[in-house]
């Protein structure tokens, strides 16, 4: 029989690692641990809250030793000069430059003394890893990025990365979208961009002033982009380094939560799903808008907060037809679901179409609108263009999705797209073929 370990990527080593910028860590983890299978020797570098996740399914965890890890939703929310700017590009330059552009250094070195015991062939990261180009150009140690939000790579097709808006139609669209570009690239960004360009400046690596979710794609030696290539804007000047890889999903962890059922969800016609991730802390902007909009209704509701006020919310909603719980597996429930609304999460999107589920999308911060604008541009759901959704809004969008067939009918093409990728072997392709090649050129 067969050595399952006998293989092309058997033996090597691979080191993973996520900045605490990024929660969405989850389809990393199963790479991890389709790596494990394949005889990779897998670790990881990552904060503190990432460590019980890794010691479950036996990967080895590095801390932050000379690394600050001062990212938590609740404390950045609350910073008093953070408060004071007036926009979401705004707030988007202040996080890149304070929490990931400050950190660079700090990584690397951190990187290079878990290498003088662990000789990793390859770095797999978030996109938004920052030490992506000191990794390849200065350990020489070729670099994987993951894109765990939508493609974030510049465009002359598109409007900026964050601005949540849909491509450009003809040239005067194009043409306002670079001015747009030029004007936050040279006010609004300037300062996570100068910082970023003078770390790279500074060490001899080649670059192209840009923001820094464009400079780390282009950076990286491949972009392994999670999601369907149909629910991406058309670039007409994408990467060639830049691969689609399809749907991946939370890997099943030994003893982390047993299978959820409720018998309900087969005593009614209609259930709606409802969540607002692990990081939003107030559930008056999407989830009791939804409770207020179907309570004492023929409809089923059920509420996932992430563990932020699941008692509290239970004592105030007792009818019959609202389930709430601090998490659901996504596997679990969204086969039992007529309408999916959310803040915004890319990974709870692709868990919805991945079972053919239309989609109301309420998300403006943290990225989420560009998640958002996709849905409604791809037509398997409604964008409300909002985060804080009222109950008649809610409402009226749920029903026109009942009643509308092209919503259902997108989202299950959409899963019939994703069906067709085999994202494991496609990385296992990928991965083997970037360690035959002695040289990737910059891009």
């Known amino acids: 029989m067969k050595n399952p370990f006998d293989g092309p990527l058997a033996g090597k080593k691979i080191l993973f690692a996520t900045t605490p910028a990024i929660l969405p860590v989850n389809p990393l983890t199963s790479l991890a641990r389709y790596l494990q299978f394949a005889g990779c020797d897998v670790r990881w570098y990552a904060p503190a809250t990432l460590k019980s996740t890794l010691e479950k399914i036996e990967i080895q965890h590095y801390g932050f030793r000379h690394a600050k890890n001062p990212y938590t939703a609740n404390e950045i929310a609350g910073l008093s000069e953070r408060k004071l700017l007036s926009s979401e590009q705004e707030r988007i330059n202040y996080d890149l430059a304070n929490f990931v552009v400050k950190r660079t250094p700090e990584y690397f070195i951190d990187l290079s003394d878990i290498y003088k015991t662990f000789r990793f062939d390859i770095l797999i990261c978030d996109s938004f890893f920052p030490a992506i180009p000191f990794v390849r150009f200065k350990m020489r140690v070729p670099v994987i990025a993951v894109g765990v939000l939508p493609l974030a790579e510049d465009s002359a097709d598109l409007a900026p990365f964050g601005s949540g808006l849909p491509p450009a139609h003809d040239y005067n669209e194009r043409a306002a979208y670079a001015a747009m570009r030029e004007a936050l690239y040279n006010s609004v960004y300037e300062e ?126 007792t009818a019959n037809n609202i389930i709430i719980e601090d998490f659901i597996s996504f596997d679990d429930v969204m086969r039992h679901a007529h309408v999916f609304i959310t803040n915004g999460g890319y990974g709870g999107v692709l868990s919805s179409l991945k079972y053919g589920v239309p989609v109301v999308a309420a998300g403006t911060q943290d990225l989420r609108n560009e998640v958002c604008a996709r849905v409604a541009y791809f037509d398997c759901g409604i964008n409300l263009g909002t985060e804080c959704p009222d109950v008649d809004t809610l409402r009226y969008a749920v029903h026109t999705i009942l009643q509308t067939d092209v919503y259902r009918s997108q989202a299950r093409q959409f899963a019939d797209r994703l069906k067709a990728y085999d994202p494991f072997a496609l990385v296992k392709g990928h991965i083997s073929r970037m360690l035959q090649q002695d040289r990737i050129p910059i891009l």
């Open 192 to 317: 996570s961009i100068d910082l970023f360009s003078a770390m790279l400046d500074g060490n001899d690596i080649v670059h192209t002033r840009s923001v820094l979710f464009d400079t780390l794609i282009r950076q990286a030696n491949l972009h392994l982009q999670i999601g369907p290539a149909s629910f991406e804007y058309f670039r007409n000047d994408c990467g060639n380094h830049i691969h689609f890889i399809g749907g991946v999903f939370p890997p099943s962890i030994p003893g982390d939560r047993p299978h959820w059922f409720d018998e309900r969800v087969n005593q009614y016609n209609t259930v709606i799903l409802v969540t607002h991730g692990c990081r939003e802390q107030d559930a008056g902007k999407l989830l009791i808008p939804t409770l207020e909009a179907f309570k004492n209704t023929d409809t089923l509701i059920i509420a996932t907060t992430g563990g932020t006020d699941t008692e509290t919310l239970r004592e105030r909603y």
